[in-house]
C-alpha cells in the first residue's frame, strides 16, 4: 500500500499523529494544524519533522488546502460545544466555526480525501453539526461507521475513561463502497445496520453499561494502575495540599495502585479538585475506611495528620499520558508547565482505541 498523506486538524499534542504510528499504517502527515501555541510547542518536541501549521483552519484558503494534496483527514474539532454538561451551543457556539468551514471546502476540494477519521465527545452524536456532517459526507459519496466507546471496551486492558471525553464518539468515513469488516478483537454489543451503501452504524455498549462497568473494579482484564506510573517522581510536588485534604477528602475519587479503574482526567485536573480525575493514595497498607471513620470530632489539625497518612497524589502528567496509551518516548517540552500539561493531555484522546479505528478505517 502507498503510503497516506494525512491532514491532521486541530491537532493539539498529536494524539491522532501518535494514534497513527501505532495502527502501522503506512502513512505521513503532510500537515497539523493549530492554533495553540503550547500546544504546538509540545506537538514540535514529538514530531520535529512534520510541517505544523500554526494557524487558525478557518485561515487555510481552498488552494492551500488542494496543494496538501491529502487523502486522509484526522480530526479533533473543539468538544465543548457539545459535551453533556457544558451549555451544547452546538453549531451556535462560536468554537464550531471551523468545523462548518471544513465541512463548506470538503465538498470543493479537487480531490476528495480517500479517508476521514473524526472524534469528539459523547452529545455529539446528537447535535446538528453531527447531522451536516452526515449530510456532507453522504452527499460526497462517503461511507461511514460511528462508534460510542470507552478505553476499557475497546482495550479491554486500559483503566481509565478518555481524559475528558468519557465516552468518546467517533466516525470513520471511507470514500469506498465496499462492506467493511470489523476487529475481531473489538466487540460490538449492539449495532444497527442501515440499508443502503452508504450507512454502517455501530454502538459499543450503552453509556449504563460502560458506568457500570467502571464503577467495578474487578474486570480483571483490565492492567492495574501500577503499571502506568511512574518510579522516580518527586511525589512532594505532587501530594495533595491539606487544605484540599480538609475542604475535599470526601468528594474524592481515590484510587490504589492495585486498581484496575480510574475517572476522566479533564484539563482542569491539579488545580480544581472536583471531577477532575481520581487521586492516587500512594500509601497502599493504610485502611482508608479506617481514616474516614476515625474523622469525627477531631480537631482540624487532628484530621489533617489522619488523612495526610493515605499519601493521596495527583497522577503525574507522564502517568496520564501513559494512561491515554502514549508511547514512553512521548515528552513535553522542559518549559511546558505542570499545569499546561494536564490541560493539553485533558483535551487529547486514547492513542490505543484510535489507532484502532484507524485500523478499521484503512482495512
Ligand atoms: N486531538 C488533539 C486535541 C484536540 S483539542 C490532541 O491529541 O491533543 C482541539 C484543538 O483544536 C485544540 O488544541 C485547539 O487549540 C484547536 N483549535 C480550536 N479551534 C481551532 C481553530 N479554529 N483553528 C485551529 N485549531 C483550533
Redesign the pocket.
Known sequence: MEALRVL???????????ALRESCVPAQVVAA????TV?NE??KYNFPHTPLLA?????ITLEEFDRLSFNMI??????QPFTRIGLQGDMTDP?T???L?ILDILPRLQKLPKYILL?NVKGFEVSSTRDLLIQTIGNCGFQYQEFLLSPTSVLMEFPQTESEHPQKHAIDAEKKIEEKKIEPNICFDSSTQCSGKEAILFKLETAGEIDRKHQQDSDLSVRMLRDFLEDDIDMNSYFLPPKSLLRYALLLDIVKPTSRRSTCFTKGYGRYMEGTGSVLQAAEDVQIETIYKSLTNLSQEEKITRLLMLQLRFFTPKEIANLLGFPPEFGFPEKTTVKQRYR??G???N?QVVAQLIKILCE
Open positions: 491532521e486538524l486541530y491537532s493539539g499534542i498529536g494524539g491522532m499523529h501518535q494544524v493549530d492554533v495553540n500546544a509540545v506537538y494557524k487558525t483552519i478557518e485561515g484526522l480530526m479533533s474539532p473543539p468538544c468554537r466555526n471551523s468545523f468551514y472524534e493539553l493531555l483535551n487529547s484522546l492513542v
